[in-house]
């Protein structure tokens, strides 16, 4: 069976269970982590943050850092995404434990969405 990734269908869409889970590469080719979930605005429906899974040990202390949906491009090579953001820069961005993430309360897209709008106006950080 292929890869669904992978695989040439008729539209662009790919299943959210089929991200998650897959790695996630800085521009070197270093592997960061892996996508933990994907966040999708209510409103327009597309998907706006990939929560992206690293650090702590064996899945303990672990913190979930959002990051643009449109920072992540599909490298097939790598069977993986890459992200073109320093890995300074990521281990900076605001980080959530998943009941943070998962209260729907919570402003915490106002704040990454802050982080990454000076990042971008910041080149000394970004690559």
């Known amino acids: 069976m292929s890869d669904p990734m992978n695989q040439s269908t008729d539209s662009a869409l790919i299943a959210a269970s ?3 889970g897959k790695a996630v590469f800085d521009a070197t080719g270093e592997k960061l982590g892996t996508v933990k979930e994907l966040y999708l605005d209510k409103r327009s429906g597309e998907v706006e943050f990939a929560a992206l899974a690293f650090g702590g040990v064996l899945g303990m202390g672990e913190k979930y850092h959002p990051v643009p949906w449109q ?4 490298d097939t090579d ?3 995404f890459v992200v ?3 890995k300074s820069a990521l281990e900076s961005s605001p980080a959530f434990d998943d009941a943070r993430l998962s209260d729907a309360q ?3 897209g106002t704040e990454v969405r802050g982080y990454y709008a000076d990042l971008r106006s910041s080149p000394s950080i970004a690559n």
Do not use: H, N, R
């Open 106 to 108: 919570d402003e915490w």
């Open 84 to 86: 073109d953001i320093d």
């Open 78 to 80: 790598k069977d993986g």
């Open 71 to 74: 920072a992540l491009d599909f």
């Open 18 to 20: 089929k991200v998650e």
